[in-house]
């Protein structure tokens, strides 16, 4: 049950070729150890520990977070109890101790709500992932890049039309005061010819 990448791609690309010359020798316990830590978890490594070298508390801590953080890869509510099962951990309050150690560390970005168990992830550091956790990756890369191409277009929409109507504004108050300076000389012009006619009936009057 040791989890190894496909065949084809060696042991990681990261890694190289040479990692094969490891196996079916002495250390290819600790090729497949590599390769829990590179693509597994932590249930991967109990699994198969009677033939693996022996790991100290430390790593196993970090295997219980990249454990957590392949588990948030695909899912961004977790259970107490699915995170409990998959790591190895017996009590929540050790459980809530090795979050708390991925937010400290900056490898997990989530909120913890421990009344009804369950962490909503809201980010989680890059690490390795295998050839299926890749196809998800590109499937969410390839949604999240036509999502803003909507927006994109959408925002463009917006523009274009804030754009329009700002020159028809533009037009009607550029009409409005033009007629507002037509009608300014046409009173202005008409002002001497009032102003004549109403002295010849003071006249007249008088």
């Not at 009607?172 to 010849?200: C, D, G, L, T, Y």
């Amino acid at each position: 049950n040791c989890v190894r990448p496909p065949q084809s791609s060696g042991i990681n690309a990261e890694y190289g070729e040479n990692c094969n010359v490891l196996l079916n020798t002495e250390y290819e316990p600790y090729l497949k150890l590599l390769s829990i830590f590179a693509a597994g978890t932590y249930k991967n490594f109990a699994e198969n520990v009677g033939s693996l070298p022996e790991l100290s508390e430390v790593e196993l801590t970090k295997l219980r977070i990249l454990t957590i953080l392949r588990m948030s890869s695909s899912e961004r509510v977790l259970k107490y109890s699915d995170m409990l099962a998959e790591t190895g951990l017996s009590s929540s309050r050790d459980l809530e101790g090795i979050i708390i150690h991925s937010i400290q560390h900056n490898v997990l970005d989530c909120k913890i709500d421990e009344a009804n168990e369950q962490v909503f992830v809201n980010q989680i550091s890059g690490y390795n992932v295998t050839a299926e956790q890749q196809d998800f990756l590109l499937e969410s890369l390839e949604k999240w890049s036509e999502s803003c191409r909507t927006i994109t277009e959408s925002l463009q929409n917006d523009v274009n039309s804030a754009t329009c109507k700002l020159k028809a504004n533009a037009k009607e108050a550029a009409e409005f005061q033009k007629a507002v300076e037509a009608a300014k000389a046409s009173v202005k012009k008409e002002k001497p010819h009032r102003e004549a006619s109403s002295a010849k009936s003071r006249k007249r009057l008088a």
